[in-house]
């Protein structure tokens, strides 16, 4: 199967780039200066990425380093008031969902703070049925397909591409799951409808939580560059 645009000559690559999983001041400030749109931190106690209050610099600072950057908060089912918490005391531009969470789980989170977008993260493998996307369309803001595997997340692998053909939902979605510095010229020539970023974690690190900044200088100006 091609998953090339039929026109790709003509189309210029603008993929939105998130680096997730981040907890480290000084690597943190590093990141923030890079070419990306989106900076995530895990709120999940089980990932050896996950951060607490004192781990890392004021993510109001952030905007000065880098007015565009948009942070992200994964959570795994936690309770609405602990994302809330997080989404105040932090500044978050989004929430992920990367649990079990219901479309009636991210309509409370709209309810009490309209202003917050939410990205819910499917994991997939070849028995993934799309069609549970449905419930959650008009509630979320973006979808992520990840990699399904035996942790929530940050697995490093990549699942098979071809099954995001059968996805036939309206909303935009970030590919996840394993993409590495290797992949970078494929990352260029697939083409999906609605796909509008990556996202970037555990191919990039030099230990959990820590982000090789060369290789993910190299990697962007790979892909800004087509």
Request: aromatic share 12%.
């Given at each position: 199967?091609?998953?090339?645009?039929?026109?790709?000559?003509?189309?210029?690559?603008?993929?939105?780039?998130?680096?997730?999983?981040?907890?480290?001041?000084?690597n943190?400030?590093?990141?923030s200066?890079?070419?990306?749109?989106?900076?995530?931190?895990?709120?999940?106690?089980k990932?050896?990425?996950?951060v607490?209050?004192?781990?890392?610099?004021?993510?109001?600072?952030?905007?000065?380093?880098?007015?565009?950057?948009?942070?992200?908060?994964?959570?795994?089912?936690?309770?609405?008031s602990?994302?809330?918490?997080?989404?105040?005391?932090?500044?978050?531009?989004y929430?992920?969902?990367?649990?079990?969470?219901?479309?009636?789980?991210?309509e409370?989170?709209?309810?009490?703070?309209?202003?917050?977008?939410?990205?819910?993260?499917?994991?997939?493998?070849?028995?993934?049925?799309?069609?549970?996307?449905?419930?959650?369309?008009?509630?979320?803001?973006?979808?992520?397909?990840?990699?399904k595997?035996?942790n929530?997340?940050?697995?490093?692998e990549?699942?098979?591409?071809?099954?995001?053909?059968?996805?036939?939902?309206?909303?935009?979605?970030?590919?996840?799951?394993?993409?590495?510095?290797?992949?970078?010229?494929?990352?260029?020539?697939?083409?999906?409808?609605?796909?509008?970023?990556?996202?970037?974690?555990?191919?990039?690190?030099?230990?959990?939580?820590?982000?090789?900044?060369?290789?993910?200088?190299?990697?962007?100006?790979?892909?800004?560059?087509?």
């Amino acid at each position: 199967m091609n998953l090339s645009h039929p026109n790709f000559s003509d189309r210029k690559i603008d993929l939105k780039i998130k680096v997730c999983g981040m907890r480290n001041r000084e690597n943190i400030a590093q990141i923030s200066q890079l070419d990306i749109d989106m900076i995530g931190f895990i709120f999940y106690e089980k990932s050896p990425r996950f951060v607490s209050s004192n781990d890392f610099l004021d993510l109001k600072n952030l905007e000065e380093q880098n007015s565009n950057l948009q942070k992200i908060g994964v959570f795994v089912n936690s309770k609405t008031s602990e994302v809330l918490d997080k989404v105040g005391e932090y500044e978050l531009d989004y929430v992920q969902l990367h649990g079990d969470e219901s479309s009636d789980y991210c309509e409370d989170l709209k309810n009490v703070w309209p202003n917050i977008k939410i990205i819910k993260a499917f994991s997939v493998n070849e028995d993934f049925d799309f069609e549970k996307t449905k419930v959650f369309e008009g509630t979320c803001d973006l979808f992520l397909f990840d990699t399904k595997g035996k942790n929530r997340g940050g697995n490093g692998e990549t699942f098979d591409w071809e099954l995001l053909e059968k996805y036939k939902g309206d909303t935009p979605f970030l590919l996840s799951g394993g993409i590495s510095p290797e992949n970078a010229e494929r990352i260029t020539k697939v083409y999906f409808p609605k796909l509008i970023g990556i996202d970037l974690n555990s191919r990039f690190e030099i230990e959990p939580g820590i982000k090789n900044i060369n290789k993910l200088k190299n990697f962007i100006s790979k892909i800004k560059e087509q």
